[in-house]
């Protein structure tokens, strides 16, 4: 177990490099672009080019470059942005992850819960009129663009609504939980909900499949022959292995969303997450400020699926060998 | 009379049985949602198919055209399309809202005066032609490579599969974002293959390469099994060349996972296409899909919000369309699933 631990965080490791190698060649040899070109905007002439290149190291090899690049960021952590000079990536980026974590840790309580008693509900319900209302939301859930809903929530609790019903709504923004937890809980409310929306139906169609076909296993079978009540045998015995995969797939979602896959939740929000940061830096072409968020968020998705793999092992032993 | 090799050679049941295409078809048109989902589908193509209809016989404008001092008649009465802003720094503008009137602003005007039900069905077109190209190419590709990496099996299997977990590991949207940023500005030249920047065939190839490891792992997974079963093995032991084999034999047992793929890929690809449009680094304008539109909505989302609202709803519609679509053809090709417990 141990050693397929180590092996694990070994390749998890190596795709990490990989990833910050890939980036790296994305903005910096892809054909045809220059990045001094377009830190020293339209119509720059060839002498201030070659200034730029100089000054932000871009005449030297790209080895080299990727080398001073990876020390400034990881080992020096001192690499500068290339727009707003003197503001450093590494304290940006330290800054802004407590206001994702917040997002999403506050969105993964809601849709775990509701996921969970709705999935639940729905294996208990089978057959019912519950089946194809759980099947809408599940498909609900996936095929609401994020930021549109995003939007729309906006729309009805600043504009629309927000003279009767949404009155308590606070304008969008973040407030910092050591600051005001209450106002903390508030600002974030319907980011939470918005974004705990596109995931709930999913899982509880997920569930509802497993607890399904848990219901029909041997097991289950001894445990009513054993007399066991029905409710019990729902919680204690069918749900218990069901949520071994919705945890697996939980952990992945979780480390996406935490690397960056709640962006546009940020941006729509306003919240000043890692999201929004990767956001301003993509709209400004601040590669250094990019090449550090992708490596944070990478780090989050590549960690998390190794978590997750040995969670599995740990569960099932045959998966140590696959 | 017919001859005892007549006889022999198709059995009476044999001739009558349908075969598991057929099957399947008859099994999805027996899924009622599925077919209204299709229907729901069949209605929003053609109706983004008949965009130029519209534009140029009823509503006699284009998607492009702004209309900045243009008036328009609602109920009798001349009004502007484009109405000063009177609030705050009397900067911007309030463009007309929705007329109900098919012909002229059905749905109002964006801040340049454009009509968005006419850009809105343009947009659906522009929307639907990425969604459906990049999901076929990625499922091809992944299709490919996942049969490749499968059969193939030693060094070529490690090296796909290790460029698949970067892919993978990699969070999609930064990816897409991350290539998108790059490519608008120049253009992609890869060897014989040039795209150029503004081409609509350039979120395309990025929506479809970031969604390869999605197709191609499942794909090499099943073919990992396939390789082992005894028709492989005879095919391979009668001296058949690895191509043939992957091609006669392999293919047609891992066609209907790509088949089952195909909807929920194009789904995938749409939503994608659109936040990536949304961040501007998708469609480019002057080009509407229903993403831009949405961001073209954004500023006038507490005074105009049918702008933003409308287009979200087709997306809405149609990825929901083609995922139970998508369910219901995985029920009809794998009825396994169906018995597992998938709701």
């Avoid at chain 1, 319900?125 to 609401?144: C, E, N, Q, W």
Wanted: aromatic share 8%; with cysteine; net charge positive.
């Amino acid at each position: 177990m141990l050693y397929f631990a180590l092996r694990r965080f070994l390749s998890a490791l190596l795709v990490m490099f990989s990833i910050s190698v890939l980036v790296f060649l994305i903005f910096f040899a892809t054909p045809g672009v220059d990045p001094a070109a377009r830190i020293a905007g339209r119509n720059a002439d060839p002498a201030t080019l070659a200034q730029v290149r100089h000054s932000f190291g871009l005449d030297r090899p790209l080895p080299v470059r990727y080398l001073l690049m990876m020390r400034h960021l990881l080992i020096d952590r001192d690499l500068e942005s290339f727009v707003n000079r003197g503001s450093k990536v590494v304290p940006q980026i330290v800054q802004a992850m407590p206001v994702t974590l917040s997002l999403v840790i506050g969105a993964a309580v809601i849709w775990m819960t509701v996921g969970i008693l709705m999935g639940t509900a729905a294996a208990a319900l089978r057959g019912t009129a519950a089946d194809p209302v759980i099947m809408l939301v599940g498909v609900v859930g996936v095929s609401l663009p994020a930021y549109w809903l995003g939007e729309v929530v906006n729309l009805l609790t600043q504009k629309r609504l927000h003279d009767s019903v949404f009155s308590w709504v606070p304008p969008p923004g973040y407030v910092e939980l050591g600051q005001d937890p209450g106002q903390w809980a508030l600002h974030l409310l319907f980011p939470w909900l918005t974004l705990a929306l596109l995931y709930a139906g999913i899982y509880a169609r997920l569930l509802r499949g497993e607890v399904v076909s848990a219901l029909n296993e041997d097991y289950v079978r001894t445990a009513r022959a054993k007399g066991l009540s029905e409710r019990r045998i729902l919680v204690r015995h069918a749900l218990r292995c069901s949520l071994i995969p919705i945890v697996s797939l939980f952990g992945l979602d979780f480390g996406a969303l935490v690397g960056g896959a709640a962006l546009l939740t940020e941006v729509v929000f306003g919240l000043p997450g890692v999201g929004k940061l990767t956001f301003d830096a993509l709209q400004n072409l601040d590669l250094p400020v990019i090449m550090g968020t992708v490596l944070y968020a990478a780090f989050f998705v590549v960690l998390a699926n190794a978590l997750v793999d040995i969670l599995y092992a740990r569960l099932d032993p045959r998966a140590r060998h696959a | 009379m017919s001859t005892l090799t007549d006889q022999l050679a198709v059995p009476e049941a044999r001739r009558r049985s349908p075969g598991p295409w057929r099957t399947a078809a008859a099994d999805l048109s027996r899924n009622r949602s599925a077919v209204a989902a299709a229907l729901v589908l069949l209605v929003v193509v053609t109706v983004a198919l008949l965009a130029p209809l519209y534009a140029d016989h009823i509503a006699h404008t284009n998607p492009f055209q702004s209309h900045v001092s243009g008036t328009t008649v609602v109920d009798g009465r001349t009004v502007p399309v484009l109405t000063p802003s009177s609030t705050g720094l009397g900067l911007g503008v309030t463009p007309i809202g929705p007329t109900w009137d098919f012909g002229h602003y059905f749905l109002g005007a964006d801040n340049q005066g454009r009509d968005v039900m006419a850009r809105l069905l343009y947009g659906g077109r522009t929307s639907l032609f990425i969604g459906v190209t990049a999901a076929l190419l990625c499922c091809v590709v992944g299709t490919a490579v996942g049969v490749v990496a499968g059969y193939a099996g030693g060094v070529v299997d490690s090296v796909i599969s290790r460029v698949l977990d970067v892919i993978w590991a990699f969070p999609v949207y930064l990816l897409a974002i991350c290539l998108s940023v790059v490519l608008l500005t120049d253009g992609l030249s890869l060897g014989p293959v040039t795209v150029e920047a503004g081409s609509l065939w350039l979120p395309v190839v990025i929506i479809a390469a970031i969604y390869v490891p999605y197709v191609a792992r499942p794909m090499r997974g099943q073919v990992l099994v396939l390789r082992n079963k005894e028709f492989i093995q005879a095919s391979i032991g009668s001296g058949a060349p690895a191509l043939r084999v992957m091609r006669r034999e392999v293919l047609p047992n891992v066609l209907p996972t790509a088949i089952v793929f195909l909807p929920l890929m194009t789904a995938l690809a749409m939503l994608t296409e659109s936040a990536l449009s949304f961040l501007s680094v998708g469609v480019q304008p002057p080009d509407a899909s229903w993403g831009t539109i949405i961001e073209d909505g954004l500023g006038l989302l507490y005074t105009r919000p049918t702008v933003t609202i409308a287009p979200g709803l087709l997306i809405a519609l149609t990825t929901a369309a083609l995922n139970v679509l998508g369910d219901g053809v995985r029920d009809a090709l794998d009825p396994s699933a169906r018995l597992r417990g998938g709701v």
